[in-house]
């Protein structure tokens, strides 16, 4: 009875003497709990890239600094989720107004290949002009979408053509570009526009 | 007066039946055998796109199944009848390369998302308003031809709803 005793005691002090080193200690913490920003817990999203925008500007992580950030992924060959994508965000971006100058939104492509900067610019110009696309040389496009943590890959058509398997998530970022969560495809548009209103305000 | 009254007056009457056709046109349904389509549409491309997407309902009356195993337009360099899916947040396309099947009785409904015909190499992208004709090919009931409207870019919905 008493050597039960004594093990609770004995363990009670390490849990608390523990509990003290994680709380003090900001290395233990950060090993146990994650860094906060760079998180050491959790894969980070996101990072430095280099691109070249659709007017065929160089631009990096830093010009996107300052506001906070929507990405999402895509390509011009895409009949069906990518316009969609790109009308929806639109429409996210009518409703929020003269609140949506305070976000940086680029449309990001997969498949640098067909998508130049000057196909990127007619491809997004039907949708609000404040999206920007992004496009590089595939080494570029291909750190980037590592970067993000976006699959891609390209797959043959029937017909000599082909077409590209890609995350289809929308990717939000605060203004220092670290990542703060992501809006799923199709996600209802309630939902998405708190998202981004919360991004706003938090930033 | 009286001829301007009787000038615009003619008009309306031309206008209508027009009007009253291209909403008629747009709406109808089509059939071949036991195979009928409608609700189909298609949508705008931006400059540059080169691909597009068409979405219909078809209904097989029959008692046999039947198959979507090819389309052509003249808009296209080619078709082909493709699948949509999302895998764990990852957007696949595939070919349907042995078709789509049409149950017995039954119907399957093309929609953003999901199962659609694809045009690929469109030279000359569509724009929103354009009736687009499409030779749909059956295994069964054969060649089936429809118009299809052109909504807007990125809808998700058939031009003709209003909601
Ligand atoms: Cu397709």
Not at chain 1, 97 to 115: I, Y
Not at chain 1, 134 to 158: H, I, Y
Not at chain 2, 76 to 101: I, N, P, T, Y
């Amino acid at each position: 009875m008493r050597t039960i005793r004594w093990t609770a005691w004995i363990l009670v002090v390490l849990v608390a003497g523990l509990t003290v080193a994680v709380l003090v200690s900001p290395n233990i913490r950060d090993n146990l709990l994650g860094k906060p920003g760079t998180g050491s817990g959790v894969a980070a999203i996101g990072g430095a890239f280099t691109m070249v925008d659709h007017t065929g500007k160089p631009v990096s992580d830093r010009d996107f600094v300052g506001k906070p950030s929507v990405y999402f992924f895509g390509f011009t060959h895409c009949p069906d989720v990518c316009p969609t994508s790109l009308y929806d965000i639109s429409t996210l971006m009518e409703d929020l107004g003269p609140e949506a100058d305070k976000l940086n939104v680029s449309f990001v492509t997969v498949d640098p290949e067909r998508d130049t900067a000057q196909v990127m610019s007619d491809y997004i110009s039907p949708f609000d002009s404040r999206i920007v696309g992004l496009t590089g040389t595939p080494e570029q496009v291909s750190d980037m979408t590592k970067a993000f943590r976006v699959f891609s890959r390209k797959v043959n058509l029937e017909d000599g053509g082909y077409t590209m398997d890609h995350t289809a998530t929308i990717y939000l970022m605060d203004a220092e570009g670290t990542f703060a969560g992501t809006i799923a495809y199709g996600e209802d548009t309630e939902t998405a526009l708190g998202k981004l209103r919360n991004l706003i305000a938090r930033s | 007066m009286r001829k301007f009254a009787l000038t615009l007056a003619t008009l309306v009457a031309l206008a209508l039946p027009l009007t009253a056709q291209a909403d008629d046109h747009a709406k109808k349904t089509h059939t071949a055998g036991d195979i009928t389509v409608s609700d189909h549409w298609t949508r705008a491309m931006p400059p540059a796109a080169a691909v597009g997407g068409g979405f219909m309902v078809i209904t097989n009356a029959g008692s046999e199944p039947d198959r979507l195993v090819g389309l052509s337009t003249p808009r296209a360099g080619s078709g082909e009848v493709h699948e949509m899916k999302m895998d764990g947040g990852v957007m696949k396309m595939r070919e349907l390369a042995d078709g789509l099947e049409i149950p017995a009785g039954g119907s399957v409904t093309l929609e953003p998302g999901g199962y659609h015909v694809m045009f690929m190499g469109v030279e000359d992208g569509f724009k929103e308003g354009e009736m687009i004709p499409v030779t749909l090919v059956f295994e069964k009931a054969g060649a089936l031809e429809i118009m299809m409207p052109a909504g807007p870019v990125g809808s998700k919905m058939h031009p003709g709803h209003t909601h």
